[in-house]
C-alpha cells in the first residue's frame, strides 16, 4: 500500500462505551455491526473472548470485501467478566443480575476485553489481522443492600456482562482494580494505542504520524 492511501476506520461495535473511548484518539471512524451469533468452541475465558472479537471483525471484514470495500481497518472487541474461571454474561433480568451482583460481593473477580484488528487492502489475500486482550482484576467490597437495590433500580445492569459498568452507579461496590480502568469499561484504550501503532508500522512514532493514515470515507 501506498504512504499516500489511508485507511477508513471501522469500529465493530454498537457499544456507546467503545465510540467514546475510541473518539478520544480523534481520528475519523465509522460503525458496523457484525450479526454473529457470539459462540466459540475455545475453553479458556481469553481464548473464548479473543474467538469472539476476531469472529466479530472478521465477519465484517468479509462484508466489506464483497463489496469491494478498499483501504479498510476494522477494530472489534468482546469483554468478558469472569468468576473464578466461570464467565458471567449479561443477565437475563433484574433477578439474574442481583444474583451475579451478590455472588461478586467481597470478591475479586477478572475483567478480560480481547481486541481484534483486521486490514483488507487489495483483496482477501492480502487482507491481515491481529488479536489480543488485556486482563484487570477488580476487587468488589461487601455491598450494601440499598446500594445494590437502588442500583438495580436503575436498570443499568441488563445490558453489561457480569451486571454491572465500572463508569456507571456500580462504582460504589468496587473498592480498587489492578491493571486498566478502559479495559474494565470495555475497551483497553493504553493496550489498543500500542498494538495499532505496531499494525500500522509506527511501533515507536510518537509525533502523531499514525493518526493521520485515517481518512473520513
Given at each position: ?89 449479561k443477565p437475563r433480568d433484574i433477578g439474574d ?121
Amino acid at each position: 500500500m501506498k504512504i499516500t492511501d489511508n485507511y477508513r476506520l471501522v469500529l465493530g461495535s454498537k457499544s456507546p462505551r467503545r465510540k467514546e473511548l475510541l473518539g478520544w484518539l480523534q481520528i475519523p471512524f465509522v460503525i458496523e455491526i457484525s450479526s454473529i451469533e457470539e459462540k466459540s468452541m475455545e475453553i479458556s475465558p481469553q481464548k473464548i473472548a479473543e474467538d469472539i472479537a476476531k469472529q466479530k471483525g472478521q465477519d465484517i471484514l468479509q462484508k466489506l470485501i464483497r463489496d469491494n470495500e478498499k483501504y479498510q481497518l476494522v477494530v472489534s472487541a468482546d469483554t468478558i467478566v469472569c468468576l473464578e474461571n466461570e464467565i458471567l454474561g449479561k443477565p437475563r433480568d433484574i433477578g439474574d443480575a442481583k444474583n451475579m451482583l451478590l455472588r461478586l460481593s467481597d470478591r475479586d473477580h477478572d475483567v478480560i476485553t480481547a481486541v481484534y484488528i483486521g486490514k483488507y487492502e487489495q483483496n482477501i489475500k492480502d487482507s491481515c489481522y491481529k488479536v489480543f486482550s488485556c486482563k484487570t482484576k477488580v476487587h468488589f467490597k461487601k455491598i450494601d443492600k440499598d446500594l445494590l437495590q437502588n442500583y438495580l433500580d436503575s436498570g443499568d445492569s441488563l445490558d453489561k456482562a457480569g451486571a454491572y459498568g465500572i463508569q456507571g452507579q456500580s462504582l460504589t461496590f468496587i473498592d480498587r482494580i489492578e491493571g486498566s480502568y478502559s479495559n474494565v469499561v470495555g475497551f483497553p484504550l493504553d493496550m489498543f494505542i500500542d498494538e495499532l501503532k505496531n499494525f500500522l508500522g509506527y511501533p515507536k512514532e510518537s509525533t502523531g504520524q499514525w493518526r493521520k493514515r485515517f481518512r473520513l470515507s
